[in-house]
């Protein structure tokens, strides 16, 4: 949260009459370890909020985040059972408000003297909405705001992604907003610079700034509407085609692919099916198409030796060739092929694969006469040139 929030915040209140202090000794309210099961590390953090703003004999502790109030209003749940923290945690809970909710519903507020020039919408928090209840006291607050339209947007109560801790490992989630259901809703203001705006639909929703042209988010759109396949390949797809279309105004140096499993979540230790980045390139998506053969690759090289276990040595053959020729300069596709056509019989191909996995990557002289699926090759002399073993 930005510190200009809570000056703000304090600017807010001063204006309607509040006396508001701030004691500098207050630190986290605990909702991040208690939201990752830390419990007794979250308590200590609670006891510390709780005596400090026991100590300062507020009428009211307010916040301007849902989740850290909505947090506060759990510490009865935290200190359940404990006779000395309970009754202190539950006069805390009693007294601490969002923003707005304490304006609207405590104060009897719902002007504060704001002004403001365009067009204006709210997204519900999901702590403020879900754990608070709070969603007409922000609206009714913008809907007085002078100089301001306010413009109701479809599935506001929709999760933004943000999710605590889980926008700590992920920064990068977008403004555009994706549910599991398919809506979508995004905004562009107009402090961006030109070219800027979005189109969403079901599914997906492209955007940008600085871009040539409309167009540019058109044809990301479009190609992802139309495309077909593996979600991976659309998306470049896509891309490809906002690239075509004319792309930044600035030029090209990066790129990115990132997809991540259905319903998983920061506590899933690897919700990431797949994250490819190019940070700095004259070609960045012909670089990330490069990793995306070669990620493709490394899959199929993993079904080989799956499908080698199974004893299937036909669906084994046919994906180390898919492997190969996926991504050529991948050395651990030249030794997939190599272990398929040397249990096929097929030993000159084999020693050529092999060959060809040395001069790519020069490791796999000595790692090649460790592996046991060419011990059949340990005594053969092409094999030992090649390994020098």
């Known amino acids: 949260m930005w510190t200009s929030i809570g000056v703000s915040s304090v600017e807010v209140l001063r204006r309607v009459g509040c006396e508001v202090e701030f004691d500098k000794r207050q630190t986290c309210c605990a909702q991040p370890a208690f939201n990752t099961g830390y419990r007794d590390e979250a308590r200590l953090v609670a006891r510390r909020f709780i005596g400090i703003f026991e100590e300062s004999k507020a009428e009211a502790i307010v916040s301007p985040s849902g989740s850290c109030t909505a947090m506060v209003h759990h510490y009865p749940q935290l200190f359940a059972g404990d006779s000395k923290w309970l009754p202190r945690a539950q006069s805390i809970a ?12 405590v104060l009897k507020k719902e002007d504060v003297g704001a002004s403001w020039n365009g067009r204006l919408t709210w997204h519900d928090a999901c702590h403020g909405l879900r754990d608070l209840n709070v969603k007409t006291e922000p609206r009714t607050l913008i809907r007085n705001v002078r100089g301001a339209e306010f413009v109701e947007i479809d599935n506001a109560e929709s999760c933004c992604g943000f999710g605590g801790t889980f926008s700590v490992k992920y920064p990068e989630i977008s403004v555009a907003i994706l549910d599991i259901t398919g809506r979508t809703a995004a905004f562009t203001g107009t402090g961006a610079a030109d070219w800027k705006g979005h189109r969403c639909g079901t599914n997906f929703c492209a955007q940008g700034n600085i871009l040539v042209s409309a167009e540019v988010v058109q044809a990301l759109a479009s190609t992802f509407e139309t495309s077909a396949g593996p979600l991976a390949e659309r998306l470049l797809a896509a891309m490809d085609a906002g690239q075509r279309a004319g792309g930044d105004m600035r030029g090209t140096q990066s790129a990115a692919l990132v997809i991540a499993k259905p319903l998983a979540g920061a506590a ?27 990620f493709q690759a490394r899959q199929l090289v993993a079904d080989v030796n799956a499908r080698l276990r199974a004893n299937d040595l036909a669906a084994a053959s046919a994906a180390a060739l898919s492997a190969r020729e996926k991504s050529p300069e991948y050395d651990e596709a030249w030794v997939a092929f190599a272990t398929t056509e040397l249990a096929a019989g097929r030993k ?10 040395i001069e790519l990557n020069a490791a796999n002289a000595r790692q090649l006469p460790k592996n046991r699926a060419f011990e059949s090759l340990w005594s053969d002399p092409e094999f030992r040139r090649l390994t020098g073993s």
């Open 94 to 105: 009693s007294k601490t408000h969002e923003l707005s909710s304490f304006l609207v519903r």
């Open 268 to 294: 899933g230790f690897g919700d990431r099916s797949l994250d490819l980045r190019v940070d700095d390139s004259r070609a960045p998506l012909t670089e990330l198409r490069r990793l995306l053969n070669m």
């Open 348 to 357: 000159a191909n084999a020693l050529d694969a092999l060959r060809k996995a």
